[in-house]
T-cell receptor
Framework: DAGVIQSPRHEVTEMGQEVTLRCKPI?????LFWYRQTMMRGLELLIY????????DSGMPEDRFSAKMPNASFSTLKIQPSEPRDSAVYFC??????????????FGEGSWLTVV | KQEVTQIPAALSVPEGENLVLNCSFT??????LQWFRQDPGKGLTSLLL?????REQTSGRLNASLDKSSGRSTLYIAASQPGDSATYLC????????????FGSGTRLSIRP
């Protein structure tokens, strides 16, 4: 399997622009996670889906952030409008089932976002 | 609120030494604890997962232990090699929300040849 695939790998955008990050989970995995990593705050869970349904979005920083999972093989994280403080690495991860069953989480290589 | 702490933030040791990385968590109501490795510019790779009912897990030169009652886990690396240089993160899956996984800030490990 190709693993979790994220795009774009790197993006530089101007403040106020819309940013869309994309993720393809591992085939057959039914849990999908979006994380954000910064030096100051470390790795933060933004939102996770189970069977394409958002379960917990309490980590989404504000209304400028939205995430969708229209089907089992695709998810997006959108920031509109973007701000410099959104600059971070955004990771998508997937697992076979909920963590309670002890399933390993597989991470993509991240989308490095810089908002200038 | 669950907090996961890793000390030290950075560690440098000569090649061949055995070393221990520490992880502590404030709420013992967890389903499991995982140790991850992150190389620069890369995502995270799971190394070991310990269920809450287990005390330790081993994989090659790595051994992870879990003491849930005291809120502590250690990752032991035997006979360290330069290729072990990376950031190591621990993460706990919350009992209250099984897919909510909280990460520590990591220990940046450097193995000197």
């Amino acid at each position: 399997d190709a693993g979790v695939i994220q795009s774009p790998r790197h993006e530089v955008t101007e403040m106020g622009q819309e940013v869309t990050l994309r993720c393809k989970p591992i085939s057959g995995h039914n849990s999908l996670f979006w994380y954000r990593q910064t030096m100051m705050r470390g790795l933060e869970l933004l939102i996770y889906f189970n069977n394409n349904v958002p379960i917990d979005d309490s980590g989404m920083p504000e209304d400028r952030f939205s995430a969708k999972m229209p089907n089992a093989s695709f998810s997006t994280l959108k920031i509109q409008p973007s701000e410099p403080r959104d600059s971070a690495v955004y990771f998508c991860a997937s697992s076979l089932a909920l963590a309670v069953f002890g399933n390993t989480i597989y991470f993509g290589e991240g989308s490095w976002l810089t908002v200038v | 609120k669950q907090e996961v702490t890793q000390i030290p933030a950075a560690l440098s040791v000569p090649e061949g030494e055995n070393l221990v990385l520490n992880c502590s968590f404030t709420d013992s109501a967890i389903y499991n604890l995982q140790w991850f490795r992150q190389d620069p510019g890369k995502g995270l790779t799971s190394l070991l997962l310990i269920q809450s009912s287990q005390r330790e897990q081993t994989s090659g030169r790595l051994n992870a232990s879990l003491d849930k009652s005291s809120g502590r886990s250690t990752l032991y690396i035997a006979a360290s090699q330069p290729g072990d240089s990376a950031t190591y993160l621990c993460a706990v899956a919350l009992y209250s929300s099984a897919s909510k996984i909280i990460f520590g800030s990591g220990t940046r490990l450097s193995i000197r040849p």
